[in-house]
């Protein structure tokens, strides 16, 4: 199975780049590995500049541009677009918005700024930069989004994160089918990719006997690794991904079966 584009070199542009022991890093490095050019974007600076030094270092001589901004921000995400465009990084062929954060207070707790800022990260992030990438896309004859959700949208929470967060992610899965059958005419697809738990610092303070708790409840008896789901993204960008549109990819050992 080939990871390409079968249209020449495209930019991949990924959000939620910056940690080395993240989804968006490993979904980086993924697409590097498989010829694709990057564009990589995260709101932590510092993380970012390490990424892209990582990225190279691993897979020499792969054009990396990175871009410190946040997904919410849409004058931010207007200008990168515009800066991308104008490099010369070639033609844009693939969106994974992976950028996101938990929720981690109960409902009755939950203020309304916390539910704001978890649907502005995890929701609109996704929906801003999809209408700043997508008409790239369209003009360059080649197009592929994949939206980053959780198991938590599938089942309301429960492996880590709470409400907010399972509305959110629940809210990219509508947010990837209506884009599916609008962006269909362009040849673009639209999926999203739901995780259940996987080995990252996104569990913030979280400690070894929970880490261990959540492995356990999990069918296979295992968190996922990172690197798993940064492959199916990368899948779901290739050309060989064409006719799968629309749909929510579960990748989580069993957690949810539907
Ligand atoms: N780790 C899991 O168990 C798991 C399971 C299901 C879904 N997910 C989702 O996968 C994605 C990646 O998570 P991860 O586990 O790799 O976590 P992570 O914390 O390692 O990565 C998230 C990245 O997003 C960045 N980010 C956060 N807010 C941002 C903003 N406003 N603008 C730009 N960048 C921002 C962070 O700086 C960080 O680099 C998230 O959307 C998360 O909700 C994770």
Redesign the pocket.
């Known amino acids: 199975m080939s990871f390409n584009t079968g249209v020449g070199t495209r930019t991949a542009v990924v ?5 080395l ?5 490993h979904t980086a490095v993924r697409f590097a590995q498989e010829g694709w050019a990057l564009a990589l ?4 600076e510092d ?1 970012l500049a390490q990424a892209a030094a990582a990225v190279r270092e691993r897979v020499p001589g792969v054009q990396v541009a990175a871009f410190a ?4 921000d849409e004058t931010a995400v207007t200008t990168v677009a515009g800066k991308v465009a104008a490099s010369e990084l070639p033609t844009v062929g693939a969106l994974c918005n ?5 929720s981690p207070s109960s409902f009755l707790e939950l203020t309304r700024s916390e539910w704001d800022r978890v649907m ?3 929701l609109t ?1 996704p929906f801003l930069l999809s209408q700043a990438f997508v008409p790239q896309m369209i003009d360059g004859g080649y197009g592929r989004v994949v939206n ?5 949208a599938q089942h309301g929470g429960g ?3 709470k409400t907010s ?1 399972a509305a959110a ?1 629940a809210g990219v899965l509508g947010l990837t089918r209506g884009m599916a059958r609008e962006l269909a005419e362009h040849g673009i697809t639209v999926n999203a990719v ?10 913030v303070g979280s400690d070894d006997d929970t880490e261990r708790a959540l492995a356990a409840a999990v069918p296979l008896k295992r ?2 690794r ?1 690197e798993e ?1 940064a492959a199916l993204f990368v899948w779901l960008c290739c050309k060989d991904s064409a006719y799968i549109t629309g749909t929510t990819q579960s990748i989580n050992g069993g957690t949810y079966v539907a």
Request: proline share 6%; glycine share 14%.
């Open positions: 959000t939620g780049a910056a940690s022991r993240g989804i968006g890093f974007i995260d709101l932590n993380g901004l946040d997904v919410t992976i950028a996101g954060i938990p502005a990260v995890n992030g980053m959700s959780s198991v938590t492996v880590f994160s967060y992610k739901a995780p259940g738990v996987v080995d990252t610092d996104i569990r968190q996922a990172p789901i």
